[in-house]
């Protein structure tokens, strides 16, 4: 119930690909994906995660792409036909 009040004061589902270091070979690249509902533009949410990578992982950042979506929306009316009649 939580998420959908989020969902309602326009928080949307937010994917982060991040790549960063690998701590012992620091020449290769790793992959993580980090998922949850935040608020566009600012994203607070991944902002604190990074923060915490930031201070508390050996892993340095390389960089980070998002995505996101909004998963409550107007509904859509999709009309498949039209029927008239006289």
């Known amino acids: 119930m939580a998420n959908l009040a989020l969902q309602l004061r326009?928080?949307?589902?937010?994917t982060a690909e991040?790549?960063?270091h690998?701590?012992?070979h620091p020449g290769l690249?790793?992959?993580?994906?980090w998922q949850d509902l935040d608020l566009a533009p600012d994203f607070p949410v991944l902002r604190r995660f990074l923060?915490?990578?930031h201070a508390n992982l050996d892993g340095k950042l390389h960089s980070v792409r998002l995505a996101n979506r909004t998963l409550v929306a107007?509904?859509?009316?999709?009309?498949?036909?039209?029927?008239?009649l006289h």
């Open 10 to 14: 326009n928080y949307r589902l937010t």
């Open 18 to 20: 991040i790549l960063y």
């Open 74 to 84: 107007d509904a859509r009316l999709r009309v498949a036909a039209e029927w008239r």
């Open 29 to 33: 690249l790793q992959s993580y994906v």
């Open 51 to 53: 923060d915490f990578w």
């Open 22 to 24: 690998m701590p012992d």
